[in-house]
């Protein structure tokens, strides 16, 4: 069965401008949680979503947001982009929220700010 | 605040010998503990995980220890072999809440 799928795999926007990532988790899947990844700072964690209300959220400012649509699949938006953005978003989908040891991650989307 | 960390950012490793990678955390209430690899170019894959009610948890070449008092987990790989070239991360959960992950320790097998 197909993977979590996300696109665009590679971007490069501008300071100040906004990005939208895409995520579609494997079917079935109803849980979406989104994390970035920087050097040195490991996998942060960004939101949650499942049945298309955010159950968790990370410690990430307001320029930071998401939603997950009735078919399960989910976005992520970034506005202001600032360079410090510039990382690895990784999306990833399990069966039900929470469920550590289910939970697949897609190959991601690196996102470079100039 | 890292509630999660391990503190070797890499480590080598012959071929064949034993690689020990370490992880501490702060919170008491962390239940639930993983191990993730991820390859460069790929998504984090699940490696093994730990219940705070174990002390080990074996699958194959695969052995995770916790030990709460001292809140610290290692992930032994014996032997290591060239595909285990990765980067590791640990992993914490309370309950049904977010995963929280340290920062990763790049190991590297020396053939």
């Known amino acids: 069965k197909a993977g979590v799928t996300q696109t665009p795999r590679y971007l490069i926007k501008t300071r100040g401008q906004q990005v939208t990532l895409s995520c579609s988790p494997i079917?079935?899947?109803?849980?979406v949680s989104w994390y970035q990844q920087t050097p040195g700072q490991g996998l942060q964690f960004l939101f949650e979503?499942?049945?298309?209300?955010q159950r968790n959220k990370g410690n990430f400012p307001g320029r930071f947001s998401g939603r997950q649509f009735s078919n399960s699949r989910s976005e992520m938006n970034v506005s202001t982009l600032e360079l410090g953005d510039s990382a690895l978003y990784l999306c990833?989908?399990?069966?039900?929220w929470g469920a550590g040891n289910t939970i697949y991650f897609g190959e991601g989307s690196w996102l470079t700010v100039v | 605040d890292q509630q999660v960390k391990q503190n070797s950012p890499s480590l080598s490793v012959q071929e064949g010998r034993i690689s020990i990678l370490n992880c501490d955390y702060t919170?008491?209430?962390?239940?639930?503990f993983l191990w993730y690899k991820k390859y460069p170019a790929e998504g984090p894959t699940f490696l093994i995980s730990?219940?705070?009610?174990?002390d080990k948890n074996e699958d194959g070449r695969f052995t995770v220890f916790l030990n709460k008092s001292a809140k610290h987990l290692s992930l032994h790989i014996v032997p290591s072999q060239p595909g285990d070239s990765a980067v590791y991360f640990c992993?914490?959960?309370?309950?049904?809440?977010?995963?929280?992950f340290g920062t990763g320790t790049r190991l590297t097998i020396i053939p």
């Open positions: 990833a989908s399990s069966p039900s």
């Open positions: 919170n008491s209430m962390f239940d639930y």
């Open positions: 730990i219940s705070s009610i174990k």
């Open positions: 992993a914490a959960i309370i309950g049904n809440e977010k995963l929280t």
């Open positions: 079917s079935g899947h109803r849980s």
């Open positions: 979503y499942f049945s298309e209300t």
